[in-house]
């Protein structure tokens, strides 16, 4: 029996030192087959801290057909009238190499990589624009562990480039640490413990927070209303393979007991507002604010005079605020897209009333006596187009568009 035992013991220590010969024998393998991968596909030269790992080579000065598709570029009608920012000869540059060479390769990574997807599991793409700061106008393609698709993809795009339709200078090829890949995991899992830490918040419902890495740099970037010092350094804590940067928007989240709503020190002014929005309806939980100045979205096909609405989430709201008042609002989260607007409210700042100095009323209460007046609360967005004081006959004069619809209601100024 002992010696069953001895030879059991034996045979177990003989696994165990074979297991751990063979994982140091594979991660010997894994080292040599990355240095191999690196004799394979030396550095040629560093750009923007970045190494080039296969370029093109510009083979030909008969660029006709190249230089007949840039100038349709510089022709363009969206760019002579500045849509894409002011006519530079770098933007110029910029969207030739969009349209012309990132075009050729999303083309020759379709045909190599089955498609941007298929090149995302083996690294990133981007582009970088001398409009936006960048040293070279450029589309960059990065590849964790290069192979032979490498050499393919240099193939396809080397054709174009001797036909003369694409410029060499412009497509950059080099060595990425991470994939595309890689990049959504890692957000995936960062969303994932932020996401339990918004929960964990007094006032979950109005927190917001976004996660992205940078596709040029690898960063962690985290836009946030609420996480602390305290959690920030546990999230840099669990994940320390990678750099975290923090960004704080606006105001954090109020905590139970802390305040949401600030009040002006005086209470009026006799200087004509030009910001804020009317408080048109308040409720328990929610109000409705709309601007009270006008947007010009003519020369886009919009309307010439479109007043901004939005209903606000706000907790305990017909108690902190009245109907009537300007108030600037900082949103807690993305604003939905719709008319009015749909959201939830961080943080409110009432605005001093505007009072002229003979008027016995507030604009304040014009607005919420004229509002009433109007009957027409509830349905379409009721807007103030024009409020005026007219002194010289002690009333105010309110004027409401309600969708196509203008109306006036005459407030007597009196107490």
Same mark, same amino acid.
């Given at each position: 029996?002992?010696?069953?035992?001895?030879?059991?013991?034996?045979?177990?220590?003989?696994?165990?030192?074979?297991?751990?010969?063979?994982?140091?024998? @594979?991660?010997?393998?894994?080292?040599?087959?990355?240095?191999? &991968?690196? %004799?394979?596909?030396?550095?040629?030269?560093?750009?923007?801290?970045?190494?080039?790992?296969? %370029?093109?080579?510009?083979?030909?000065?008969?660029?006709?057909?190249?230089?007949?598709?840039?100038?349709?570029?510089?022709?363009?009608?969206?760019?002579? $009238?500045?849509?894409?920012?002011? &006519?530079?000869?770098?933007?110029?540059?910029?969207?030739?190499?969009?349209?012309?060479?990132?075009?050729?390769?999303?083309?020759?990574?379709?045909?190599?990589?089955?498609?941007?997807?298929?090149?995302?599991? $083996?690294?990133?793409?981007?582009?970088?624009?001398?409009?936006?700061?960048?040293?070279?106008?450029?589309?960059?393609?990065?590849?964790?562990?290069?192979?032979?698709?490498?050499?393919e993809l240099v193939t396809e795009l080397q054709k174009q480039v001797d036909e003369g339709k694409i410029l060499a200078k412009y497509i950059y090829?080099?060595?990425?640490?991470?994939?595309?890949?890689?990049?959504?995991?890692?957000?995936?899992?960062? @969303?994932?413990?932020?996401?339990?830490?918004?929960?964990?918040?007094?006032?979950?419902?109005?927190?917001?927070?976004?996660?992205?890495?940078?596709?040029?740099?690898?960063?962690?970037?985290?836009? @946030?209303?609420?996480?602390?010092?305290?959690?920030?350094?546990?999230?840099?804590?669990?994940?320390? &393979? @990678?750099?975290?940067?923090?960004?704080?928007?606006?105001?954090?989240?109020?905590?139970?007991?802390?305040?949401?709503?600030?009040?002006?020190? %005086?209470?009026?002014?006799?200087?004509?507002?030009? %910001?804020?929005?009317?408080?048109?309806?308040?409720?328990?939980?929610?109000?409705?604010?709309?601007?009270?100045?006008s947007h010009d979205f003519s020369a886009t096909g919009g309307k010439q005079k479109y007043f901004g609405a939005i209903s606000y989430s706000f907790?305990?709201?017909?108690?902190?605020?009245?109907?009537?008042? +300007?108030?600037?609002?900082?949103?807690a989260g993305p604003i939905m897209e719709s008319y009015p607007g749909q959201g939830s409210a961080k943080y409110v700042e009432v605005l001093p009333?505007?009072?002229?100095?003979?008027?016995?009323?507030?604009?304040?209460?014009?607005?919420?006596?004229?509002?009433?007046?109007?009957? +027409?609360?509830?349905?379409?967005?009721?807007?103030?187009?024009?409020?005026?004081?007219?002194?010289?006959?002690?009333?105010?004069?309110?004027?409401?568009?309600?969708?196509?619809?203008?109306?006036?209601?005459?407030? $007597?100024?009196? $107490?």
């Open positions: 029996m002992k010696k069953l035992i001895a030879v059991l013991s034996a045979l177990c220590f003989s696994m165990i030192l074979a297991s751990c010969n063979s994982s140091g024998e @594979h991660k010997k393998n894994g080292n040599d087959q990355a240095q191999l &991968n690196d %004799e394979k596909w030396p550095t040629l030269k560093t750009i923007s801290g970045r190494n080039i790992i296969a %370029e093109l080579e510009q083979t030909t000065t008969g660029t006709r057909i190249r230089d007949e598709a840039f100038a349709k570029v510089r022709e363009n009608e969206d760019l002579e $009238k500045g849509l894409f920012g002011k &006519n530079t000869p770098e933007l110029q540059e910029d969207l030739g190499m969009q349209w012309i060479e990132a075009e050729a390769a999303t083309e020759a990574i379709n045909k190599v990589y089955g498609g941007i997807g298929g090149l995302n599991q $083996k690294g990133v793409i981007f582009l970088e624009n001398q409009s936006s700061g960048a040293d070279q106008s450029g589309f960059w393609i990065g590849i964790k562990e290069p192979d032979e698709k490498v050499n090829i080099f060595r990425s640490d991470f994939t595309q890949k890689e990049n959504n995991q890692l957000v995936d899992e960062v @969303h994932q413990v932020i996401a339990r830490m918004a929960r964990a918040h007094a006032a979950p419902e109005r927190v917001s927070f976004g996660v992205s890495v940078d596709t040029k740099t690898g960063i962690v970037e985290i836009s @946030h209303d609420f996480l602390t010092k305290e959690q920030q350094e546990a999230l840099q804590k669990q994940f320390s &393979n @990678h750099k975290l940067e923090f960004e704080q928007d606006g105001r954090l989240v109020p905590l139970p007991g802390e305040k949401d709503v600030s009040y002006p020190p %005086e209470k009026t002014t006799t200087t004509p507002p030009k %910001e804020g929005g009317y408080v048109m309806s308040v409720s328990e939980n929610s109000m409705l604010v709309v601007s009270a100045t907790p305990q709201a017909n108690k902190k605020l009245e109907v009537g008042q +300007r108030v600037l609002v900082e949103p009333t505007y009072q002229p100095k003979t008027a016995d009323l507030t604009e304040a209460e014009v607005v919420h006596q004229a509002i009433k007046q109007s009957k +027409r609360e509830g349905g379409a967005v009721l807007v103030i187009s024009q409020l005026v004081f007219d002194s010289k006959n002690d009333q105010w004069k309110v004027e409401f568009t309600q969708e196509e619809e203008v109306f006036e209601v005459v407030i $007597k100024d009196k $107490k």
